[in-house]
């Protein structure tokens, strides 16, 4: 397989999928969706329409509290719908959950991207499903069902072919059914395939990546997968939750896994919570509990947070506000809240929690060689950002997702 390389100008265009009839010639063969068909999520929750595939266990979302949203956890980024079959004419049918506020800043638009063996076929988007509506000005939230989404793939190529169809990332969608003029079978992981759990904040659940196999621990599981071993990515990005929670930590303890990697500190330093007092022992539990059981000797790599320039050396919260860009185009940007002299008091920013976390992988690793650290800043950096700067001051956009996966598999043929 190969990592795309696809500047927003080369993209391809996403198609748009046709919520009330078929593009293609009838009668097609209709294939429920099935859990074998499933790959990279954690829960399959039965519903009056098909499979909703959760990235965190029922009992740990009853877990939420305060004003987490429940959504970011089943947001299936990383979850992919992997099928073989000689079909030339396949639609996979959901049921989206869309999020609209009018008059709004613009963000990426939810996409299914493509993959015909191992190649970017297209990008396509998927009307329809329940849509819900918030009015910015005055809080207002409505509801309507538009049925069925269909998102309807290009012409494939004649002969067997492995398809697989990755979830947008910032989209929650029910799988129903397959529709092909050729019979479609399940596509099980590779023998002796190394099953990759990563947990991390929304750099790795893909914001702004331009769809789910585009973000950063996509790309480096593709580009691993293609210089060696088979890498099955279960990818456990929260957007703004990676906060050291238990129920993270017993959900990944749970897993299946060759490896386990963590990606640390952005969102304890942008959602101020944890103190220099509380993060190592936050940390420190939240590696007991994975190491509990049948993840005592699992490589296990921590990776400290990116560079971010308006938290190295600023505490947070982080705060987002909107502004229009060169083009007048409406974009959310962020900025530290927090007060610099705040780091002398133990608020931490990215310096001081880098700082300590690998304090503490080294204290670890005397005991535990089979931990290990690694540097954010190895991934992308001061010189980085330089040339490829943060859009929204915050996250990578598409050729930084490129150039950390492509940076990161490099670590990943360590374990292959």
């Known amino acids: 397989m190969t990592a795309p390389d696809l500047p927003e ?4 265009e996403p198609r748009r999928g046709c919520a009330k009839m078929s593009s293609v010639a009838q ?14 999520a954690v829960e399959l929750e039965r519903t009056v329409r098909g499979l909703l595939p959760h990235r965190l266990t029922a ?18 980024s990383g979850v992919r719908v992997r099928f073989r079959t000689a079909a030339t004419s ?19 638009p939810p996409v299914y991207d493509i993959w015909c063996d191992g190649r970017l076929l297209a990008q396509s988007t998927a009307e329809g499903g329940t849509v819900i509506t918030e009015d910015p000005s005055t809080g207002e939230v409505s509801s309507r069902e538009e049925g069925p989404g269909v998102v309807v793939l290009p012409p494939l190529p004649a002969g067997q072919k492995t398809l697989e169809i990755w979830l947008p990332y910032q989209e929650r969608a029910e799988l129903v059914e397959i529709r092909s003029d050729a019979e479609v079978h399940p596509v099980p992981a590779a023998p002796g395939a190394l099953r990759w759990v990563h947990h991390g904040s929304s750099i790795s659940h893909g914001y702004d990546a331009v769809g789910a196999g585009h973000a950063w621990p996509a790309v480096a599981a593709r580009t691993a997968t293609a ?24 959900t990944i303890r749970e897993l299946d896994a060759d490896l386990i990697t963590l990606k640390l500190g952005i969102n304890v330093v942008n959602g ?6 509380s993060f190592a022992p936050a940390l420190h539990g939240f590696l007991d509990t994975i190491r509990e059981s049948r993840h005592r000797r699992t490589p296990l790599l921590v990776i400290s947070p990116l560079w971010c320039g308006i938290h190295e050396t600023t505490p947070g919260p982080v705060e987002a ?16 809240a927090g007060d610099p002299a705040g780091a002398a008091a133990g608020r931490l920013t990215l310096q001081t929690l880098r700082a300590e976390l690998e304090r503490i ?5 005397e005991t535990d060689p089979h931990l290990h650290g690694l540097s954010g800043l190895a991934l992308y950096g001061a010189q980085d950002a330089e040339a490829l700067p943060l859009p929204d001051d915050l996250h990578p956009g598409h050729e930084t997702h490129q150039l950390i996966g492509e940076r990161f598999a490099e670590q990943l043929r360590a374990y292959l």
Request: charge should be positive; charged fraction near 25%; aromatic fraction near 6%.
């Open 9 to 12: 100008s080369a993209r391809p």
């Open 27 to 40: 009668p097609m063969i209709r294939t429920p969706i099935t859990e074998e068909l499933i790959h990279g």
């Open 59 to 76: 009992a740990s979302r009853a877990q939420l509290g305060g004003p987490v949203e429940p959504k970011v956890f089943s947001d299936p």
């Open 90 to 108: 396949v639609e996979l049918v959901t049921w989206p959950q869309k999020h609209l506020v009018p008059g709004g800043p613009v963000n990426h």
């Open 227 to 250: 210089q060696g071993r088979p890498v099955e990515l279960t990818n456990l990005g929260f957007a703004g939750n990676a906060m050291l929670d238990p129920f993270a930590a017993r």
């Open 272 to 277: 101020d919570s944890h103190t220099l007092r």
């Open 321 to 336: 506000y909107e502004k229009h860009d060169d083009a007048g185009t409406l974009r959310r940007y962020f900025r530290a």
């Open 361 to 365: 992988i080294t204290q670890r690793a």
